[in-house]
């Protein structure tokens, strides 16, 4: 059973960084697509980044530059979160899938392995 594990969230000011991290077990296939998302309760979820089997990234024109997103071992997402501001405030999500990313979208896949979310919130 695969299982994903947020960890990292937290409250920071303005300015501030956090690391996330997704800890992933139980996956077995060597081909993935890996994701992050935000959501607000009452809102659709919101590709932040994702990462393929390749390295290769993408990232949503609002955190580019500010966030990176990394496999830090093949049983760890992380997304380390600098330059925060108010409007990062958000429940963070990783997924994953056995399926390349989609070319041009941010996390656009139909991921079928969620985390449980970690809040991040950013005060002014």
């Known amino acids: 059973q695969v299982q994903l594990v947020e960890s990292g969230g937290g409250s920071v000011q303005s300015g501030g960084s956090l690391r996330l991290s997704c800890a992933v077990s139980?996956?077995?296939?060597?081909?993935?697509?890996m994701g992050w998302f935000r959501q607000v309760p009452g809102e659709d979820q919101k590709g932040v980044a994702d990462?393929?089997?390749?390295?290769?990234t993408k990232y949503a024109d609002s955190v580019k530059g500010r966030f990176t997103i990394s496999v830090d071992n093949k049983n760890t997402l992380s997304l380390q979160m600098n330059s925060l501001k108010p409007e990062d405030t958000d429940t963070y999500y990783c997924?994953?899938?056995?399926?390349?990313?989609?070319?041009?979208?941010?996390?656009?896949?139909?991921?079928?392995?969620w985390g449980q979310g970690t809040q991040v919130t950013v005060s002014s």
């Open positions: 997924a994953i899938e056995p399926t390349a990313c989609d070319l041009n979208v941010v996390a656009y896949v139909d991921f079928g392995h």
């Open positions: 139980g996956y077995n296939s060597s081909n993935y697509c």
């Open positions: 990462i393929d089997k390749d390295g290769h």
